[in-house]
């Protein structure tokens, strides 16, 4: 008997039935391996991932291929569906030496059995599945914005997406296309918002009359209007929602749509290299605006006009008009270093502080007009600052001190403990294990209920229901345990730290640029409260390697895996006594001691 693991991919969740993909991929698994004396006793499938996502990055192909190292993993054999569902381009190439290397076979119905390593046939086929699969995907993308730009420009079809500021989605009537009619599909368009679509127009006719883009956020702001994502938290629940930007009222006045007029193909997806000196990472998803005459238009007017083309031409003038007289301008990036650029945020409004130059030294600020305050209910300074050098000198000695000898092995065992206290995935692991344990309770009461002589056709009904429902569940939680880390050991981290070297050194004689990018790297992420003059710092350092290092490798820059510490240090500015504090979570010990003539108060573990 043949032991094997089935491996198997769905696209796209909205669009495939995962647990019907999964049920005829693993059916033509098993029409391949049984008849040879084999069997399934592992599954490894990803719901919702796209075949050009190398498999390294695929939450349950990534299991996969880690298992194959371990000596005792239940299989010795793998097996997939199909072979574009599995590899794309060139990633059997990148793959398949692994399976080699540990001497587990890759079983695939087009090869009919196991691929033969020496076999020249089986890898041209092979590769040719991958040429196959990249070439689908290209067609289908080519046949989709064919399709997408000729409904927008001939019919002015509404495509979907969140409805500009102004307007809202109306029906449109049912879906030309009959099967999607059939399933209640529907179109749609844009009808004006009545609350909204006034302040689009007041907002081209201040600007029109002179007014700037500040001037017109805040006066939106101080009468009470919402912004955008405050008006739709629906669709805007990741930003704040706090108050009017200036970005926002740029965003309304660059919108062409407010003419009446169908406009797509504004923004296009561009697929960038994580890494130019490793292929094999693959990709990643950015959005990229077009040239103006790459838009698609309609060919007529589709809606109801929010602005008249006229004022929308005087606005786009207007728009580009500060461009040509800046043109002698230096750029408005600086040159200066700002250690702590992107990682301090303000502790009243939580938005990061921007850098400032005064008196010849850097500061962090944040600006917060009047009527944003009053808009929101927030007691909120019209300015905060704090100047860069009284966080430094304590947050290296923080750093420093939780890596010396003294503390090293305190620290190394207060880590290792610490993992995955506060992890927010463990919340979605533990929901997805208690629906299994509910489809699981479920299951044992309708076997009950058949042993008690209950109808065997309506039970029968009962299991196949909840039976399908655990399965979907269990690959829930497959997905969920599969996104949390590997738990480190004492021996591993401290083989980390051990690397660093002397981190009080590095830091005090460090480049400023070369600090900013170690502070980068250790996930460093402070906040200050102006009120209380307090600065908490929170050093996530597995969040660092997940942007330099995708692949987890170790290296001298990156600890990935590691967890979380924090800190919190006090001090007023300009001059007046400051006072440092330093804490470990869930301790509540307190010393004080004098660091540089300045009286300064610690929290510190017990073994301080």
């Not at 054999?77 to 072979?83: I, L, M, Q, Y």
């Not at 500021?165 to 099967?179: C, E, F, K, T, W």
């Not at 655990?470 to 939680?477: F, G, I, N, P, T």
Request: charged content about 25%.
């Amino acid at each position: 008997m043949i032991d094997l693991a089935f491996w198997g991919r769905c696209s796209t969740e909205d669009r495939q039935d995962p647990e019907a993909s999964r049920a005829w991929q693993i059916s033509r698994a098993k029409a391949l391996v049984v008849p040879r004396g084999g069997r399934i006793v592992a599954e490894f499938f990803d719901v919702d991932k796209s075949r050009s996502i190398p498999p390294m990055r695929r939450p349950q192909a990534a299991l996969l291929l880690g298992e194959l190292a371990n000596p005792d993993r239940a299989f010795s054999a793998v097996v997939v569906g199909e072979p574009q569902r599995a590899f794309y381009g060139n990633q059997f190439g990148l793959t398949f030496p692994l399976f080699e290397h540990y001497g587990v076979e890759l079983w695939v119905p087009e090869v009919g059995g196991p691929i033969d390593p020496v076999n020249e046939a089986h890898e041209l086929i092979m590769s040719m599945y991958g040429g196959i699969s990249r070439g689908e995907r290209n067609r289908i993308k080519t046949r989709v914005r064919t399709a997408m730009a000729t409904q927008a420009q001939v019919e002015g079809r509404y495509l979907g997406g969140r409805p500009p500021y102004g307007y809202r989605l109306a029906d449109a009537g049912p879906h030309p296309n009959p099967s999607k009619a059939a399933d209640g599909k529907r179109l749609h368009r844009l009808d004006p918002d009545p609350i909204t679509a006034p302040v689009v127009g007041r907002i081209f006719a201040e600007f029109v009359a002179g007014r700037g883009l500040l001037a017109i956020a805040e006066g939106l702001t101080r009468d009470g209007i919402l912004c955008p994502s405050a008006y739709d938290r629906a669709r805007n629940s990741h930003r704040s929602g706090i108050a009017w930007s200036k970005a926002a009222v740029r965003a309304i006045l660059l919108n062409p749509r407010y003419t009446g007029m169908q406009v797509w193909n504004r923004q296009h997806k561009d697929e960038v290299l994580i890494d130019v000196n490793d292929v094999a990472l693959g990709h990643v998803t950015k959005l990229r605006w077009n040239d103006q005459e790459d838009w698609i238009w309609s060919e007529k007017v589709m809606h109801e006009a929010l602005v008249e083309e006229g004022l929308f031409a005087q606005a786009q003038a207007l728009l580009v008009a500060p461009r040509t007289a800046a043109e002698g301008r230096k750029p408005r990036r600086t040159s200066r270093c700002y250690i702590f650029k992107g990682l301090l945020f303000c502790g009243v409004c939580e938005r990061r502080m921007q850098g400032s130059w005064n008196n010849g030294k850097p500061h962090y600020r944040c600006v917060f007009p009047k009527e944003y305050a009053q808009a929101n209910s927030v007691e909120h300074p019209r300015s905060v600052y704090v100047r860069e050098e009284l966080i430094i000198e304590p947050l290296d000695e923080w750093l420093a001190t939780a890596f010396d000898p003294a503390h090293f092995a305190d620290t190394v065992r207060e880590m290792a403990d610490a993992q995955l206290a506060n992890d927010h995935r463990l919340a979605a692991v533990q929901a997805a294990r208690d629906s299994v344990t509910e489809c699981e309770r479920k299951l044992a009461g309708y076997r009950a209920a058949l042993d008690a002589g209950t109808d065997p056709v309506v039970v029968a009904g009962w299991i196949t229901e909840t039976e399908a429902k655990r399965k979907v569940e269990q690959m829930r939680l497959d997905q969920a345990t599969s996104k949390i880390p590997k738990r480190l050991t004492e021996e591993e981290i401290a083989a980390m730290a051990t690397r660093l070297g002397d981190l009080r050194r590095l830091l005090r004689s460090a480049d400023p640029q070369d600090k900013a990018d170690v502070y980068e790297q250790l996930g460093l992420r402070m906040t200050y409260d102006p009120g209380r003059k307090t600065v908490i710092a929170r050093a996530q350092l597995r969040r660092s390697c997940t942007k330099l290092c995708p692949r987890g490798d170790l290296n001298q820059n990156t600890m990935p895996g590691w967890p979380a510490k924090t800190s919190a240090w006090m001090g007023s500015n300009h001059g007046s006594q400051d006072v440092l504090r330093v804490a470990y979570p869930g301790d509540d010990y307190r010393r004080r001691c004098t660091l540089g003539g300045d009286r300064r108060s610690r929290i510190l573990p017990p073994h301080a």
